[in-house]
């Protein structure tokens, strides 16, 4: 229906998701690089300046005075947020780098099984991400703790002398977030990779090629779209990951996402959380941007 | 050009509403136009279709013959021009209030639905009561033969039985135009030449107006009253099938139907003649609508081509028109064969004819020698 | 080309499967663990689920959870539908980049960002915190899944079934509520699902918008499970994967059911 009749329901299809998202999503940014600019201020809310209209031109004037750049000063100043927002990138590059080694294998061999197994197979995958992320999670400590399954299974195998420290460790935030975004990169590269026309593969063994030259010069190039649309899933939410590191890392230094939280849960400090959070987006822009692209290409295309 | 149709009686049956200039047309179309960025899909076309024609548009892919369907459906908005129906331009009504239906290529039968209910669906968005819906329904079943399906789904029917259904529901609101988009594409050769017939049959027996697209000639030449032929968006020419077969009016036309043999040449001092020709002087019956002089094309269709064995035979008039050849290859398809001749000068032609006889009795064989000529009346000269 | 697994395909495969679910098994198998320690093993027991009963705050706080995530899913399968038909049936319309934008932004955007962004929006307009903030910020992050599971299949679905209903005299709403609808069903009953899931199992977005009187499930297992391991917690976690499991493996027999009575699954 290429109707460029704007009747009034098409405006409501349109209007109401649209609306709801800027009052929701991009009415709040506003407001977080708002905050960033205030200072902390023992009130109700905690913050300053607040914007009262009722105080007129006067008032809005003065809101603008109130504002400043100096929370951003303090976190270049200090170095525990560098340090904090360093550690988180490579924290979630290496993740990523992980699950795609990990994921790219599981989803090929998806998609070479037999195709009524197919749709089992991807049950199979989804599941666990069905279930409670917290769960799964949770489930980790069980395991990696002193005294838990996986130590009782190295000193039986006489793997080690002693049982290993695996918790509060970056060992431990590395498998959790593996262990968690293992779908999100999964299913892109299953999606892609399925939809790889097998003829292209008969084409090359005709010509000559073997099976994993094939694969390198055919299969590989051909699932980029798959690869790049799973590392950015995977990546860009990791970055600011706070439940895996909080519950399985250790306290030395912490993930942006956990800095945040302490911020403002802990020192109640909302502009500085505020200032955090910006320069985070302002960090993930060009993947974040990429990925919509990417996406909305993908979209397009009828997938 | 001649207006021959009058005296040759072109037209199929007894019906022929474009030649009466007192009757106004029920569909008329005025300069449309379809653009699609800097492409043109449908350029400027002008055509008037009349209430009880069932009309064909033919033409390669591309022509824009399905662009122009979905712009009468009321799918594509058109870039310029007006589409009137009994006289109201179209333009401002949705395709959901067209008295207009369109039977799609892929029938777009609804999958959840039963056959019943496909059919019912258009009946029911007018609101009539359940009872006079069930009734048009199962009267449309009987029409096409599908009394005890009604309670099927859709994937549960052949091919030839989805297209019945398509047909059905397109026809129960008894719309003014029904619009086929290359209705027989997916059916079979046997099942296609069945269901034309059919097809006509209900036509002329409800006594609507069908419009239908297709690229394959011999189903508009079945189906079809008048076939407008197009080439990138354009009308080349609207007429019925026997006029555009044997009178087409551009080498473009001539060769898009059917096959044709082309000789060029210039328009002799009688304007009887063309002379020049890769046959030497070729005579043709009707005066030719061209200064002496001018470049055009005799047309012979390859039916219209005798083929005498052995060389040149007696007679001073036979020697134009005719031409010494060798058989280089010979096509049996059956019914008729199809003859690939090389002229002693070098010149490609192709000739056919029924096998009346049995294929031994034939009489020439590879590489034979034979004289070809063809009639006067059989020539067309085309000016373009 | 045949369809086989080689050896390396298979194994990657088990172990990929077996990475997945091990942890989940083990879970469940020590909520069966009489012993409180996990290092002993005390024989099966099913006294921790027992307990579950008379932990109050535990069940008041999967309640809040469940009734929360039943409306959020609910509002965001419709929200989401809207802006993926709007995505995919409506071409260029003004604004359709930003919107776009907005869509996507979300699925990936780290979750503590979005959640204080929110949390700041009710301040900044004075509301208080609670319940259906929790619902509309649940809403906002769920969307966005739906659009993307919903606009997928609407890419794929036959047009030519929209323009067949609207010949036949369906405007557009009753195009899309008679034939569009019926048949992405599968999509949007999947996508209503996956709302319900996210919205369930989210700690982080919660703790920023919810309020006193709300605390959902995620919630109160995070702040026991800071504390460290506990066998109620274990008992918890196996029933709601419990749940889940058979929940999921419902759906997608249902669905294998529909197809199997006549309507494609594909169109």
Known sequence: MKSTQRSWLAKLVVGVPYAWLIAFFFVPFLIVVKISLSQTAIAQPPYTPVLDLSAGWGGIVGFFAGLSFDNYVFLGSDPLYVLSYGKSVEIAALSTAMLLVIGYPIAYAMTRAPRRLQPVLLLLVILPFWTAFLIRIYAWINILQHDGPLNQLLLALHLVGEPPVWLSTNTAVYIGIVYSYLPFMVLPLYATLEKLDESLLEAAADLGCPRWRAFWLVTLPLSAPGVVAGALLCFIPAVGEFVIPDLLGGSRTAMIGQTIWTEFFANKDWPTASAVAVVLVCLLVTPIVVFQHQTMRSAEQGR | MQDVSADRGFAKRDFAPWRDPTLKSLLRIEGLSKRFGAEAAVDGLSLDIYQGEFFALLGPSGCGKTTLLRMIAGFERPTAGRILLDGVDLAPVPPYRRPVNMMFQNYALFPHLTVEANIAFGLRQEGLPRVQIAARVADMLALVKLENLGRRKPHQLSGGQRQRVALARSLVKHPRVLLLDEPMAALDKKLRSETQFELMELQRRLGLTFIIVTHDQSEAMTLADRIAVMDRGRLIQVAPPAEIYERPNSRWVADFIGDVNLFEGRVGGDRLSVEGTALGRLRVADAIDAAPGATVWVAVRPEKLVITPGAAPNGQRDADNGAGATLVDIAYLGDLSVYRLRTDGGVPLQARSANTGRVGARGIGFNDKVWLSFPPEAAVVLTR | ?267
């Open chain 3, 1 to 267: 080309m045949m369809r086989r697994l080689s050896a390396f395909n298979l194994a990657a495969l088990c172990a990929g499967l077996a990475f997945l679910y091990l942890p989940i098994v083990i879970l469940i198998v020590y909520s069966f663990n009489a012993s409180r320690l996990v290092a002993v093993w005390g024989g099966w027991s099913t006294h921790w689920y027992a307990e579950l009963i008379n932990d109050t705050p535990l069940l008041a706080a999967a309640f809040v959870s469940l009734r929360v995530a039943a409306i959020a899913a609910s509002a965001a399968t419709v929200l989401g539908t809207l802006a993926a038909v709007a995505l995919t049936r409506f071409g260029r319309f003004r604004g359709r980049l930003s919107f776009a934008s907005m869509i996507y932004a979300p699925l990936v955007m780290p979750e503590v960002i979005t959640g204080l962004s929110m949390l700041l929006l009710f301040v900044a307009v004075s509301i208080d915190r609670g319940f259906w903030t929790l619902v509309v910020a649940h809403t906002t992050m769920a969307m966005c899944f739906v659009t993307v599971i919903v606009q997928s299949r609407l890419v794929d679905f036959d047009v030519s079934l929209e323009e067949a209903a609207m010949d036949l005299g369906a405007p557009p709403a009753r195009t899309f509520l008679s034939v569009t609808l019926p048949l992405i069903l599968p999509a949007v009953a999947a996508s209503w699902m996956l709302a319900f899931a996210l919205s369930l199992d989210d700690l982080v977005i919660a703790s920023f918008t919810t309020g006193p009187g709300a605390t959902t499930l995620p919630i109160r297992i995070y702040s026991e499970v800071r504390l460290g391991v506990s066998p109620e917690m274990n008992a918890v976690c196996s029933l709601m994967v419990g749940v889940v499991g058979v929940a999921v493996i419902a759906a997608s027999l249902l669905t294998k059911l529909g197809a199997a009575r006549g309507a494609p699954a594909r169109v």
